[in-house]
């Protein structure tokens, strides 16, 4: 019987092509990333860095450990979202990891796509990772949005609104909220696919939400997670504050804070990147603090929270992907 040969040249195409160390590559694209980020906003960088030198020390360590102790809620968040208990070492290492991710790419898409891929990892199906990752961020925004209330009403003189929401901008801003939810009703309405993948997400969400809510300890992770997360973010700018001699009362600087991350939460660009500081030295400043102490504050502050944490966040997220975590 004659064996029958396949030809050299696919069959070396095929060799070479399973040799390609695809997952290698994955590893090297985040800090590509980030020297594309950090080139592109080197003057931010460069500022930052110089009014960080200029800052009270004590207070900056402050500030660091409280930006540490924010990748701590979220992983407690992020367990309180789902029944099936995580690997808690590994769970703070992606937080740690989507963080960077966060700051990638467009935001919300970098966390939300790690934390999806380390809960299927772990045997979490799809459908139930989406709900879980979907309650996340429900608590979250209802928790953040509710903080601001709260504050608002225990301080009515922390904030002028109008400098953080000018006049003009609030018809635009209605229109466009109303053109998007009746093109997302019509498209709901039209495609018979759509409508069904909806409801089915929803049924299965709701099936998740009302497991979650069954367990006092999942309830307790999932709701004190989401409160204390963007407390610790304002804790960090308060500290910076303080380090840099802003001469705004503490309520006041979380007020600003939740009002600017509120106000920027649905501009895709990557971490709020640009988007956020403007938003932060708007706020700061109706919060009655001078303009150049505010950004000052701001730069010195994101460098903390984002820059500095940027390249071992990569680093992480590379060995994440290398040993097969996420």
Not at 32 to 52: S, T
Not at 128 to 153: C, N, Q
Request: net charge positive; charged share 10%; hydrophobic share 60%.
């Amino acid at each position: 019987m004659t064996a029958v040969r396949l030809p050299q040249g696919r069959s070396g195409l095929s060799g070479r092509a399973s040799r390609i160390p695809i997952r290698q590559i994955l590893c090297l694209v985040p800090l590509a990333l980030v020297l594309v980020v950090a080139v592109r906003h080197h003057d931010v960088l460069l500022a930052g860095f110089g009014h960080l030198a200029k800052a009270q020390w004590p207070w900056l360590v402050a500030a660091v450990g409280v930006t540490c102790l924010t990748w701590v809620a979220a992983a407690v968040t992020r367990q309180g979202a789902l029944v099936e208990r995580l690997p808690v070492r590994r769970l703070l290492a992606t937080q740690f990891a989507a963080g960077a991710a966060n700051h990638l790419l467009p935001t919300g898409l970098g966390a939300s796509a790690v934390n999806l891929r380390f809960m299927t990892v772990c045997g979490v199906p799809l459908a139930r990772s989406s709900a879980a990752l979907a309650l996340y961020l429900l608590a979250e925004s209802i928790a953040r949005v509710g903080l601001l209330l709260a504050l608002l009403v225990a301080f009515p003189g922390a904030l002028r609104l109008g400098a953080l929401l000018p006049d003009t901008a609030a018809g635009p801003l209605m229109l466009a909220a109303g053109a998007v939810l009746c093109v997302a009703v019509v498209v709901l309405a039209a495609v018979r696919r759509v409508r069904t993948a909806v409801l089915s997400f929803l049924r299965t969400a709701l099936t998740e939400a009302r497991s979650v809510h069954t367990r006092p300890a999942r309830v307790l992770a999932l709701w004190g997670g989401s409160l204390s997360f963007p407390l610790l973010q304002a804790a960090g700018l308060t500290t910076v504050g303080l380090a840099l001699g802003l001469d705004v009362p503490v309520a006041h600087m979380v007020v600003a804070y939740l009002a600017a991350t509120v106000a920027v939460a649905l501009v895709p660009t990557p971490g709020g990147i640009g988007s956020v500081e403007a938003a932060l030295v708007i706020a700061l400043v109706a919060a009655g603090g001078p303009v150049a102490v505010a950004t000052a504050v701001v730069l010195a502050f994101r460098i903390i929270t984002v820059w500095l944490p940027l390249l071992p966040g990569a680093l992480t997220l590379g060995a994440l992907v290398r040993l097969k975590v996420i």
